[in-house]
């Protein structure tokens, strides 16, 4: 009986342990805004940055130390200048969404994005908008 009870805590602690997941929404409003986000979940991270500024930074780092099963990060930014980084890597899926949208004097206006992806089973998908106005 003690042997059956072990036997059902380890399982539960197993099952438990696999539901194990991330999730992060940041919403900035500033003149200046930087947001940085590591996940490293067992099932599936999921990370919601918008920033709405001047000079705007974002990073978003998933699975990186350790694999997650599954990534889906978005990136929202408007200002003058904006930088988007996402780095994923995953046994299943990685999806990344990056929309930026510049304005104000053209010579300074500036959108830059990086997307980095690595899927050993699944289906690696990246989607970049920039529009400078």
Do not use: C, E, W, Y
């Not at 099932?43 to 780092?61: C, I, P, R």
């Amino acid at each position: 009986m003690r042997k059956l009870f072990f036997a059902s805590v380890a399982v539960f602690a197993l099952s438990s342990a696999a539901q194990a997941a991330n999730t992060s929404t940041t919403v900035q409003v500033g003149l200046v805004n930087g947001s940085s986000v590591t996940q490293n979940g067992l099932t599936n991270d999921s990370s919601s940055t918008s920033q709405l500024g001047l000079v705007n930074s974002a990073s978003t780092m998933q699975g990186t130390s350790s694999a997650s099963l599954n990534n889906a990060s978005t990136v929202n930014q408007i200002g003058v200048q904006n930088s988007a980084t996402t780095g994923q890597v995953a046994f299943g899926n990685n999806t990344s969404g990056i929309t930026q949208n510049s304005f104000g004097p053209p010579a300074l206006q500036n959108n830059a994005a990086s997307v980095g992806q690595l899927s050993v089973f699944g289906i690696n998908g990246s989607t970049v908008s920039q529009t400078a106005h």
